[in-house]
């Protein structure tokens, strides 16, 4: 059953009242013919719409439309696809040349911006090493050298504070006995582990102690204390950035950090935030009086605060990064290691260079001796500690070098100066200077790695922290 006008099955088939013929039309497309002619399509005779019946049939399946029964027809439609085909891969291809193209801009604009970042940080450091070498004279630069500030000096209270404490720690020092109950030879050579804890602290830098609690931070900018009686973690502190150093004196915690900062925390709480260094501060200490903290930094400058106030009270600039630092044990001296090799001793009170030691290599660690006139040093890379003279000059001034067997990354001495502590990846030496034989010796050695080392309690626990966080307390067993 077939259309009359178009060929194929109608959808909707009707005849005409009229028609004698008995032709079956689409609806569709009669009702238009019928609107355009008004008439029968086969008998040419006037029709109206309302003379259609419609035509009941059953359902049948829609044949495939004659377009896709013959071979020209197909060949047809495959030309069709294969055109569309070919547009679309063009397209394609236009739009990947489009994104070579932005991805070349972008590529370029990284690349410069790259090159931009590289020139300033060369003319910053450049900036840095003539800021470094400038000489100061009557408030004025000599030579081309540029000119900058006078170099701070403390103001008159504090200098007042410095003379006191040195005056009464120099002259109790002489004669002041060993206490009756410290550690001795014997007890040392007998040091066994007697507790170990590993602290939520990956990559740790540093320790200190404070009466039974000692204190480490880390690389990660993880901080813990830990209790050395209970043998457990107390606290953790989220400094939040790389800790290079860390010190502990009353009820303050200080942290040098690789982002420039020197973070101050009490109560477990940060107190305040030190941000004079241009660079990452590499060191911290406290003046035996208590009331001056002071700071070294790849910036290559010292600075020193009060504790009080925490507002910078003078500064001075080195002629290369500064490593370390220490102050003397009497407090008219002030340390720094440098990156060159050499240590610069300058005075507390004008921060005036005082006297200079070589070391030969970037200078690691450095730690005064109670006695006050001895200073122990270890460069990096050095198997050695060099114990240098306060009260000599130039190459004289090393008088003893201890052979360690391992490179140094810690140093500590013992209250009376007797015992100088070292540690490093080869492990922890205690060496023994006798005074009355005027002789070292070296009661104590072991080879768990370690990155800093303090003394405990009346020098009878030695407490060492590793590089996984791994805190070890030595002592005597029982």
Same mark, same amino acid.
């Not at 120099?170 to 066994?192: A, M, Y």
């Not at 106030?309 to 500064?315: A, E």
């Given at each position: ?269 940060? #107190?305040?935030?030190?941000? +004079?260094?241009? %660079?990452? =501060?590499? &060191? ?5 009086? $208590?009331?001056? /903290? ?103 001034? #090393?008088?003893?070098?201890? +052979?360690?067997? %391992?490179? =140094?990354? &810690? ?5 009376? $100066?007797?015992? /100088? ?58």
């Amino acid at each position: 059953m077939l259309c009359g006008i178009s060929g194929e099955a109608p959808q909707e088939p009707v005849i005409s009242k009229n028609a004698l013929l008995g032709v079956i039309y689409e609806k569709r497309l009669l009702e238009k013919y019928i609107n355009e002619h008004g008439t029968d399509p086969s008998s040419g005779e006037a029709l109206s719409p309302e003379d259609l019946v419609i035509v009941r049939s059953s359902h049948i399946v829609r044949p495939r439309p004659p377009t896709l029964t013959s071979i020209p027809a197909l060949l047809a439609t495959f030309q069709n696809e294969w055109d569309n085909l070919a547009l679309e891969t063009y397209n394609l291809r236009e739009e990947l040349a489009r994104t070579r193209e932005e991805l070349a801009t972008a590529l370029y604009q990284h690349d410069a911006a790259v090159r931009v970042i590289a020139r300033l940080s060369k003319e910053r450091d450049e900036a840095r090493e003539s800021l470094s070498k400038v000489t100061i004279s009557d408030g004025a630069a000599n030579g081309d050298e540029m000119v900058v500030d006078n170099v701070e000096v403390l103001p008159e209270t504090l200098a007042e504070h410095v003379d006191q404490i040195h005056q009464n720690l120099s002259k109790g020092r002489k004669k002041r006995p060993v206490p009756e109950d410290w550690v001795t030879s014997d007890e040392i050579s007998s040091f066994v582990v007697l507790a170990s804890n590993s602290l939520p602290v990956p990559q740790a830098t540093s320790i200190d102690v404070e009466g039974s609690y000692a204190a480490l931070g880390g690389w990660t900018g993880e901080a813990a204390v830990y209790s050395l009686d209970a043998d457990k973690l107390e606290r953790q502190l989220p400094v939040d950035e790389p800790i290079t150093d860390t010190l502990w004196r009353g009820t303050r915690l200080y942290f040098a950090t690789g982002q420039g900062n020197v973070k101050i925390y009490e109560s477990g709480n940060e #107190a305040a935030t030190l941000t +004079e260094h241009a %660079g990452p =501060v590499t &060191s911290v200490s406290m003046h035996p009086g $208590g009331e001056i /903290l002071g700071s070294v930094g790849a910036d290559k400058s010292v600075v020193l605060y009060e504790v009080s106030t925490l507002k910078r009270v003078s500064r001075v600039f080195a002629d290369a990064s500064l490593t370390t630092s220490a102050f003397h044990p009497d407090g008219h001296l002030f340390a720094a290691g440098t990156v060159t090799g050499n240590i610069k001793l300058y005075m507390t009170k004008t921060l005036e260079q005082a006297a200079v030691f070589e070391l030969g290599a970037t200078v690691q660690v450095l730690a005064f001796s109670e006695n006050g006139f001895w200073l122990a040093a270890s460069a990096k890379g050095q198997t050695t500690v060099t114990i240098f003279d306060l009260r000599k000059e130039g190459s004289a001034a #090393a008088t003893k070098v201890l +052979e360690t067997g %391992g490179s =140094v990354q &810690s140093l500590a001495w013992d209250y009376t $100066g007797q015992y /100088l502590a070292t540690g490093g990846p080869s492990g922890v030496t205690v060496q023994r200077y006798a005074k009355s034989s005027k002789n070292w010796s070296e009661p104590f050695r072991n080879s768990a790695a370690v990155v800093s080392i303090k003394w405990g309690d009346c020098a009878k626990k030695l407490i060492a922290v590793n590089g996984d966080g791994v805190v070890n307390v030595l002592g005597v067993k029982g």
